[in-house]
């Protein structure tokens, strides 16, 4: 049986990562006035009505929370037309004295849930002063699990395919491939949720994250988004900068969200990240992968090219790299992939990877999204022409992230171009990013840094993975980010926090 490509696991694993730890649409438009709710009150001015999130809904950090449906528009351009529903979960701050509003979360994407974030924040770190100062807001976006969901009618083949496109070694071999992606939209556009094809954008998910801000009888939204979750924020704190409050943005994309240069920027992260599993390896002889960090480096190429050729135990070319990638996104999950690699290296079945919920759904909203966020380039030649660029540039995986899906093939319609990240509004963001980021490398973050101009400040910290808050350990960054959404004091300017020290 195949796997689920591991980027799946990927998008997710910020909130996977922290479970293991402990182990025309604008602002006038859209910005009711809406007065603050009391502290304590139990439900909303409009009805919002709490009670226990659904017993299948996720991880155990549900049984915390309380959980409530929210219906908003489908197309906010008719706001009193169709209706679709928003699943929303509350983790309540147990210091009425103490709280100061609500603090909204997304663990990534897109195509994660996020209805039981709050609870897995609060079993895996969150500050105390955090969790006493805010209700910790989760939701699942519209396309998403308990949300009016969306689905592409995929086959288990197709899951299994996952984002990453096969690497590609010519030109024909990605010309090869555009029938399958052409399949894929087809099915899209054709399944029984295409009505939704238009309106499942990053835009409008902010434009849901307003309808809940004024549905909890708030003036301003705080918000903590990890990964997608990072443009996903910044999108909305440009549409909304007025109800913007705290916004703090872990592992960030860059200004244009997932677009074609994002996607290939994936290759770029895993060049970032790689020489920390080197490093891994070659302290770790006993799983015999190398003495030295040029050795490992040749294992990889060995052993994807030998799989290219022949794949073992249900695992192909493509699948080891992105198993590669995705295990890459925290440290803790090295020994975990130094295990895959020795058993494939001594052709032995590696230990299971772990599967991703509801991979249909996760993988459909997610191609709702990234392809009707933006136009992807159409003509086959133009991803040849990627492909050959990045698979000299970087040679891990770029010949796959540069490759050609769906999106190529997506349904020209859309209803509004899309939102251009600026430095208008308030001082109001902080970012927080790791050096050597797989998932969203440093120089994505830099870019959405530029486009903020003065309302943001960035926090780096000289570490490698996908995520820092609150799980980090690095206690520079980590502090920073508690600091300012407790008191809303920034570093006065961009900050470089120095490695932790090695135990």
Known sequence: MKRVLPLALATVVVATAAVTATTALGQSATEPRTPAAAPDAPDAPDGLRWGPCPEDAGAPGLARLQCSTLDVPLDYRDPDGRQIKIAVSRLASKKPSQRRGVLLTDP?????????????????GLPQQVLDAYDVIGFDPRGVGR???????????????????????????????AGNARRIAEQCANSKTSWMLPHTTTANTARDMD???????????????????????????????????????????GPGGYDVTAMRMFGRGLEDRFPDFEKFAVAHPEYEL??????????????????????????????????TFGSLYGDGAMPHLAEVWQALD?????????????????????????????????????????VSVDRLQYPMLGASSAGIGPCAFW??????????????????????QNERDPGSPLVGAQKLRRAFGNRAVM??????????YPWGRN?????????????????????????????
């Open 346 to 386: 001594t052709n032995r079945k590696p230990p299971p990877e772990p599967p991703v919920p509801n991979a249909e759904n996760f993988m459909s909203s997610r191609f709702y999204v990234v392809c009707g966020d933006t136009r992807w380039p159409k003509e086959v030649r133009e991803y040849q022409r990627n």
């Open 411 to 432: 349904p020209d319609e859309r209803v509004e171009p899309p939102v251009r990240i600026s430095d208008r509004g308030p001082a109001n963001v902080l970012m927080v």
């Open 290 to 323: 190398g003495t030295t960090r040029e050795q490992v480096r040749a294992k990889f190429f060995e052993l994807a090219g030998r799989l290219d050729r022949k794949p073992a135990h249900g695992i192909d070319g493509t699948m080891f790299r992105a198993l």
């Open 211 to 253: 309808r809940i801000r004024a549905a909890l009888g708030e003036r301003k939204l705080s918000y903590l988004g990890h990964s997608y979750g990072t443009y996903l924020g910044a999108v909305y704190t440009t549409l909304f900068p007025r109800r913007s409050d705290r916004i703090v943005l872990d592992s960030n994309v």
């Open 108 to 124: 990534g994407g897109p195509g994660a849930t996020g209805l039981d974030f709050p609870g897995v924040l609060a079993a895996t």
């Open 147 to 177: 949300s009016t969901p969306v689905t592409c009618d995929l086959t288990k083949e197709q899951q299994a395919r996952g984002n990453f496109p096969p690497y590609a070694h010519s030109a024909a071999d990605v010309a090869r491939e």
């Open 475 to 503: 206690t520079c960054a980590n502090d920073s980010a508690t600091t300012f959404l407790t008191t809303g004091n920034r570093p006065a300017r961009d900050l470089a926090c120095a490695a932790r020290p090695a135990r």
């Open 459 to 468: 926090v780096t910290a000289d570490q490698g993975g996908h995520g820092i």
